[in-house]
């Protein structure tokens, strides 16, 4: 069965320096993965995917991930934290059911990102 | 404007009364799907739907029912809300419910059940 491992339900970075959110999945066939972002009381914002072309997905505002078979992470970074990055952010693996043709869409437990002044 | 809506944002209702949230998109997209979220949890699927008139089971189906009868709507339906369905619910669409294609959520549904 495809899962999603966050390995941390809470990150504190000072502002300025590296985020990294970290995560893990497993899956039988070729995934495609995702980072959403969701503000306090707000929806979910799609920061990036990865559907099998380059390995290093760049998003939006400045977080990129690099997609690890070997390793099976997806790991999410960005060089510099800035105090509007503090959210809750989820990994999602899309779940193909080869057999229909329809897919499932897998969440992590989300890891939510504190920033310090 | 391209968006998912969903009404009500906020419900608070009694324990067996049936309720029914609402979900539409503009964006012609086949795939639909609900979710609720719960802290610690992450977001869980509670169903999903290919296209019209054909809706599936996701991981948490139990006390909820769904129906896709037009392609921009997909209403989540309570027949008989518990406590344990306190939750955020979302709504989501995508193009043909292909691995690699970006969901867009709605803004959520806050229930409380009393």
């Known amino acids: 069965a495809q899962s999603v491992t966050q390995l941390d339900s809470h990150v504190s970075v000072s502002e300025g320096t590296p985020v990294l959110l970290r995560c893990n999945y497993s899956s039988s066939y070729s995934p495609s993965l995702f980072w959403y972002v969701q503000h306090p009381n707000k929806g979910l914002q799609l920061l990036l995917k990865y559907t099998s072309a380059a390995t290093l997905v760049k998003g939006i505002n400045g977080f990129e991930a690099e997609f690890k078979k070997s390793e099976t992470s997806f790991h999410l970074t960005k060089p510099s934290a800035h105090m509007s990055d503090a959210a809750e952010y989820f990994c999602v693996v899309s779940d193909p059911f080869a057999t229909s043709g329809t897919y499932k869409y897998i969440f992590g437990t989300g890891t939510r990102l504190k920033v310090l002044a | 404007e391209a968006q998912v809506t969903q009404n009500p944002r906020y419900l608070i209702t009694v324990t067996g009364k049936k309720l029914t949230v609402t979900c539409s998109q503009n964006m012609n997209h086949e795939y639909m799907s609900w979710y609720r979220q719960d802290p610690g949890l992450g977001l869980r699927q509670i169903y999903y739907s290919m296209n019209v008139e054909v809706t599936d089971k996701g991981d948490v189906p139990e006390g909820y029912k769904v129906s896709r009868k037009e392609k921009r709507n997909f209403p989540l339906i309570l027949e008989s809300p518990s406590p344990n369905q306190t939750s955020l619910y979302f709504c989501?669409?995508?193009?043909?419910?292909?691995?690699?294609?970006?969901?867009?959520f709605g803004p959520g549904t806050r229930l409380t059940v009393l």
């Open positions: 989501a669409s995508s193009n043909r419910g292909q691995g690699g294609n970006e969901q867009f």
